[in-house]
């Protein structure tokens, strides 16, 4: 009997060590697991093998779904990958099934966006699996951009994860007139992450947390203080949201369920394969973005899709853009290729910083360039002139060695204004006017004041004196209406006199 119990514990324990599996960043499967942190072998751990009490029980679907488990087999593909990863409850609504249908309805438009996906979807996973966040998380830029990096709404939101200037720079996503970093595949996932794991942390709900992402934490914390206070539910689905927002969540769903059964709702996922796409490679000087792809052997446009954070840029600055993304291959193409080259410079182009402001036609004329290229490579549209201090692209002179540096290219902005005509205008100063009222009357700068009539900044004008002004067109015709409506105001004084009879004297 006792060698009965004991192969019974033997068998009991087995079965232990194949069903159970300590999960989280600190799991070791089997005594020689390797230490994530350290690089080093596990082997010296204390380990306590977990034996479970009363009778062995069959797994059930719903242990299997919360990675109770771990698969023998890893998945086949990124697909499967994100399946075995769900971890948020399902939403089952008519919303969802109109939005299945939306999709559904139209498969072209599901496989462009997926085939787009297929460049960022495994660094999305494993960064979700490194938060042990639920997998489906990977599928909102689906809802987000379609998965286009170069995607901007219409009010100003950028890149696959849709981040508001604001909200990126609070997640320190940098922005100036060489890059942004809304765009940047490494950086916004890092960024989007970060604030959705904020946003689970103060609302306890995942559904609650996504609608903040949409529609703002603010506004989905006031929603449920309004709910609270009407004593009505405070779920996603209880909540009066705008209609945005409230199909946001169900647009999510639907892409869920197609991805979980694609032959269901007429849709054919591509192939992803659960691997990485691209590697990072370290970039210390100055190169242009064609010479990359030149020297890694991918087309501009593929380059571009990995490295959209610098538009249309036609060159990379070493100090503030230090690392690219190429595809795995073309990696070690391109480090292999540029220690090799020898035709001549990286770079041909740097940056200038506009020392005072003037229009795109001056500023072009002093670097060498046609106004059209420079209104292209900078983006400037018409009627505006640039401002003293913005930092734009121009071509590097034959004789300059050195790279941009860092706090140009970290920081440099472009800065305009409405390119506004001034013309020469003669006023005349009213009583005790000094060069200070007038410029304040007119909102120019007491300087600009003092120079155009070269006198001091602390001067006063003689009453009557005549004051030169450079005013914009709007600003003259004002002066012009004005003057114009005095001098009839004095012609009507001056008739009236004239017409008026005089009295005559008393005849003694």
Known sequence: MKLYKLACLGALLWLTGCASVTTGPDAIHGPAAADATS??????????????????????????????????????????????????????????????????????????????????????????????????????????????????????AAGIWQFMPATGKDFDLKQNAFRDDRRDVLASTRAALDYLQRLYGMFGDWNLALAAYNWGEGSVGRAIAKNKRAG???????????????????????????????????????????????QTVDIKHDIDVALVAKLADVTVDNFKALNPSGGSQPVILAAGTPQILLPWDNAIIFQSNLKDFNGGRLASWTVWRAPSTMNPAEAAKRVGMTEADMRSINKIPPRVVIRAGSSL?????????????????????????????????????????????????????????????????????????????????????????????KNQSASKKSRSKVGKPTRLAKQP
Request: no cysteine; glycine share 4%.
């Open 232 to 278: 009505l539910g405070l779920a996603y689905t209880d909540l009066t949201m705008p209609a945005e927002t409230r199909l946001y969540v169900p647009k999510l769903q639907a892409v869920k369920n197609i991805v979980s059964n694609p032959q269901a709702f007429n849709t054919r996922l591509p192939l992803i394969g659960n691997h990485p796409y691209f």
């Open 39 to 156: 690089g080093h072998r596990a082997t010296d751990r204390a380990y306590s093998p977990l034996i479970p009490s009363g009778k062995l029980q069959p797994i059930t679907a719903a242990q299997a779904a919360s990675r109770a488990v771990t698969e023998l087999a890893p998945p086949a593909d990124i697909w499967e990958r994100i399946r075995r990863g769900y971890g948020m409850p399902n939403l089952e609504s008519d919303l969802v099934l109109d939005r299945e249908q939306w999709y559904s309805r139209r498969p072209d438009y599901m496989l462009r966006m997926t085939e787009r996906s297929n460049k960022y979807l495994f660094h999305i996973v494993e960064e979700l699996e490194r938060r042990n966040m639920p997998s489906e998380l990977a599928l909102l830029p689906f809802i987000e951009s379609a998965f286009n990096p170069q995607a901007v709404s219409s009010a100003k």
């Open 393 to 485: 692209l121009v071509p590097r002179p034959t004789q300059l060695d050195a790279d941009v540096a860092v706090h140009v290219a970290d920081n440099g902005q472009l800065s305009l204004a409405p390119d506004v005509i001034l013309k020469r205008t003669l006023i005349k100063a009213g009583k005790k006017d000094s060069v200070a009222k007038v410029a304040s009357r007119y909102r120019v700068s007491a300087a600009s004041v003092a120079e155009w009539n070269n006198v001091s900044a602390a001067a006063v004008f003689k009453t009557g004196q005549k004051v030169v002004m450079f005013l914009p067109v709007r600003a003259k015709s004002l002066v012009q209406r004005k003057t114009a409506s």
